[in-house]
T-cell receptor, first 111, second 114 residues
Framework: DTGVSQDPRHKITKRGQNVTFRCDPI?????LYWYRQTLGQGPEFLTY????????KSRLLSDRFSAERPKGSFSTLEIQRTEQGDSAMYLC?????????FGPGTRLLVL | GQQLNQSPQSMFIQEGEDVSMNCTSS?????WLWYKQDPGEGPVLLIA?????ELTSNGRLTAQFGITRKDSFLNISASIPSDVGIYFC??????????????FGKGTKLTVNP
């Protein structure tokens, strides 16, 4: 399968814990995006990488959130000191030009 | 910020019926994308539209890019049970950082009764 993959698919954590998610994009895609989706809503943009450079961050991305793409391939999204409001589906997408292809997402539940 | 308005919010149809849903925006988009999302999964791209007035088909799906570049519709013909899911329209916004971040509508939830 050469699509976008994400790991883990599900994560349950206690409030205050740190969590890290991984995204492996389609191999020839240089652009990588993170989105967050809550129930009943469409995905909302969080951050964007072109190769290893993080070029844009949404105001939704508080200082507890950090994302990296160290070698321009896979990316990680870390949430520190999780809060119940962080419960959501975290989606990764990659593209070569305009059309973005999404991974299956990581569903986070903060208790 | 930019918003896409999708309608209807939900649809309940019988298997075999045709379905139509649409998406409008107050701003112009140069590309319209239609995605389908199953529960617990990521959105899957159905159709991408790149030119105003363009009509594109993908099997039983047909989508059109409105001539004003502010709207798009998606039709599904002869619906089947596996068409169940949430359909999202999306458009890319160019930003100073060089991203083409997607703005999504709230989705149309489709239920197909066998």
């Amino acid at each position: 399968d050469t699509g976008v993959s994400q790991d883990p698919r599900h994560k349950i954590t206690k409030r205050g814990q740190n969590v890290t998610f991984r995204c492996d994009p389609i191999s020839e895609h240089n652009r990588l995006y993170w989105y967050r989706q809550t129930l009943g809503q469409g995905p909302e943009f969080l951050t964007y990488f072109q190769n290893e450079a993080q070029l844009e961050k949404s105001r939704l991305l508080s200082d507890r959130f950090s994302a990296e793409r160290p070698k321009g391939s896979f990316s990680t999204l870390e949430i520190q000191r999780t809060e119940q409001g962080d419960s959501a589906m975290y989606l990764c997408a990659s593209s070569f030009e305009e059309t973005q292809y999404f991974g299956p997402g990581t569903r986070l539940l903060v208790l | 910020g930019q918003q896409l308005n999708q309608s209807p919010q939900s649809m309940f149809i019988q298997e075999g019926e045709d379905v139509s849903m649409n998406c409008t925006s107050s701003s112009i988009f140069n590309t319209w994308l239609w995605y389908k999302q199953d529960p617990g999964e990521g959105p899957v791209l159905l159709i991408a539209l790149y030119k105003a007035g363009e009509l594109t088909s993908n099997g039983r799906l047909t989508a059109q890019f409105g001539i004003t570049r502010k709207d798009s519709f998606l039709n599904i013909s002869a619906s089947i049970p596996s068409d169940v899911g949430i359909y999202f329209c999306a458009g890319p916004l160019s930003t100073q950082g060089g991203s083409e971040k997607l703005v999504f509508g709230k989705g149309t939830k489709l239920t197909v009764n066998p």
